[in-house]
């Protein structure tokens, strides 16, 4: 492409969101503002709750505290423009802005694959070496394991941010999504993505492939520890602790691997949107239940803050 058709570059992209049918604008729009203050709350009140909690600084609840912060921010990112959609004719979104939301979302559900990593691991310490627990996940262990999942995030989001800010945009500014994320963008280039694509490709099968590696091998060791255990109750409590955290990480995982393990010219957009809205909205609303609210500590520690509340 000439120069001369480089120099209409694009400026500010529309996005053109989940549906283009009037009749289904307002009942989405109530649907997941819902979802949204449903999350805001979960999520916000568990790292309060946990923060105020003297018996929940322990590591599990440490982790939770972090995957709460994580899914607020990642909901936060992509969920108020979205719903902006529903009620304007053309949701616009200036492109600093666009490059700034595709970085915070790529941070935060980066770094959810590997804080999902390092739960299985706290998981897999807990049941299988019980007494070296304390030693194993110290305070000290548990920071940098958390200072880990954040620095893989800010790393991979900053690579792909400044392979996408090389990339010409020039005549069509619609992208055909919800929000500012990479295949959708990549599908307004007007110059090369090769490189684009490689990186994506690169980095997706890392952040997703080494978190379900490492989520595998820990369950197999605790899988392998709970079939050792004599007591049906021991057994059943293992179970417990582990099932709610395997079927959100399917959740996530396989609606991210089903949207980035791809090449864009095999994948649908329309198909995309819906697996970017379980991992982006969905999931970020069912953590605080799926991990916590049904957990007996943190319901004990909600009556107790309750009760210190209520009394003059």
């Known amino acids: 492409m000439t120069q001369g058709n480089h120099s209409t570059t694009v400026t500010q992209f529309i996005l053109a969101g989940l549906t283009n049918k009037p009749e289904l604008q307002l009942p989405l729009f109530l649907f997941f503002i819902g979802i949204y203050m449903f999350t805001v709350v979960g999520n916000l009140g568990m790292v309060m709750l946990i923060g105020l909690s003297s018996h929940l ?133 007007c110059s090369s993505t090769f490189v684009n694509e490689v990186v994506v490709l690169c980095f997706s099968a890392f952040n997703i492939l080494v978190p379900i590696l490492t989520i595998l091998s820990s369950y197999i060791f605790i899988i392998a520890s709970i079939l050792h255990i004599h007591s049906t109750e021991g057994r059943a409590k293992a179970f417990s602790t582990c099932s709610s955290h395997v079927s959100a990480v399917a959740l996530f995982f396989g609606s991210a691997a089903f949207m980035y393990l791809q090449p864009s010219s095999v994948s649908s957009m329309d198909q995309g949107k819906v697996s970017s809205v379980f991992y982006t909205i969905i999931v970020p609303m069912l953590n605080p239940v799926i991990y916590s609210l049904r957990n007996k500590d943190v319901k004990l520690a909600l009556n107790k803050l309750l009760e210190k509340r209520s009394i003059p």
């Open 57 to 189: 600084h322990t590591p599990m609840y440490y982790f939770l505290s972090s995957l709460s912060f994580i899914d607020l921010c990642q909901s936060t990112v992509i969920t108020p423009k979205m719903l902006v959609n529903f009620v304007v004719q053309k949701n616009v979104i200036s492109y600093p802005e666009c490059m700034t939301q595709l970085y915070f979302f790529l941070v935060f559900v980066i770094s959810e694959c590997h804080m999902l990593a390092a739960m299985a691991y706290d998981h897999y310490v807990a049941i299988c070496n019980p007494l070296l627990y304390n030693v194993t996940m110290s305070s000290q262990v548990c920071f940098w394991l958390i200072v880990g999942v954040y620095s893989m995030g800010l790393i991979g989001a900053t690579v792909h941010t400044v392979c996408m800010l090389r990339i010409l945009f020039c005549k069509v500014d619609k992208i055909n999504h919800y929000f500012c994320d990479l295949f959708p963008l990549l599908e307004l280039s």
